[in-house]
Antibody, heavy 123, light 107 residues
Framework: EVQLVESGGTLVEPGGSLRLSCAAS????????MNWIRQAPGKGLEWVSSITNSGGSIHYTDSVKGRFTISRDNSKNRVYLQMNSLRAEDTAVYYC????????????????WGQGTLVIVSS | DVQLTQSPSSLSASVGDRVTITCQASQDITLFLNWYQQKPGRAPNLLIFDASDLETGVPSRFSGSGSGTEFSLTISALQPEDFATYYC?????????FGQGTKLEIK
């Protein structure tokens, strides 16, 4: 059974930093791209960042470029999101999400989601 | 960025009804369009990928169609567990983007 368990979410002051972690199990972690997707309270879904299986290709949404860094450790089956210079608008539930790697070869399908971890940026 | 506009934003329907939600893309995304269902307090669940392919384990009452810029999700006969919020999402271009969501409520 695929499991994705996020941790690290908490209350942080504006300008602060936080590192989210996602522990993966139940699949061959090193074979799949991974993503972070967030959802502000009462709002819709926003893709934040993706990393390919090897870590060789990384993408970010514009609003977090230069502030957030995605990484992975395939030996530990973990993916991370380092979040710096946090802003109030970063307040959201952050989901760790697996990409199944569809036949087209493109990334960007989200087949398994963790339960999410809540980040609140407030003074 | 590719903008996705869902219609309607909310919808009231009854058990057994057939409902259709549409998703319009701001540019041609061929077939790179997915649909998700989200229930309150829960993570989203993939229903349809590549515009019309049913994800394993998803009931056959869900179907997707469309290509280019116009897409739709149809639920052929609503069940009580289908009342939720539905999102479309494109993956033709980075950043991957979602529609604003359609909240399906019980009439």
């Amino acid at each position: 059974e695929v499991q994705l368990v996020e941790s690290g979410g908490t209350l942080v002051e504006p300008g602060g930093s936080l590192r989210l972690s996602c522990a993966a199990s139940g699949f061959s972690f090193s074979s799949y791209a991974m993503n972070w997707i967030r959802q502000a309270p009462g709002k819709g879904l926003e893709w934040v960042s993706s990393i390919t299986n090897s870590g060789g290709s990384i993408h970010y949404t514009d609003s977090v470029k230069g502030r957030f860094t995605i990484s992975r450790d395939n030996s530990k089956n973990r993916v991370y999101l380092q979040m710096n210079s946090l802003r109030a608008e970063d307040t959201a539930v952050y989901y760790c999400v697996k990409d199944p790697g569809v036949s087209s070869g493109k990334n960007g399908v989200f087949d398994y989601w963790g339960q999410g971890t809540l980040v609140i940026v407030s003074s | 960025d590719v903008q996705l506009t869902q219609s309607p934003s909310s919808l009231s329907a009854s058990v057994g009804d057939r409902v259709t939600i549409t998703c319009q893309a701001s540019q041609d995304i061929t077939l790179f369009l997915n649909w998700y269902q989200q229930k309150p307090g829960r993570a989203p669940n993939l229903l349809i990928f590549d515009a019309s392919d049913l994800e394993t384990g998803v009931p056959s009452r869900f179907s997707g169609s469309g290509s280019g810029t116009e897409f739709s999700l149809t639920i052929s006969a609503l069940q009580p567990e289908d009342f939720a919020t539905y999102y479309c999402q494109q993956y033709d271009h980075v950043p991957y983007t979602f529609g604003q969501g359609t909240k399906l409520e019980i009439k």
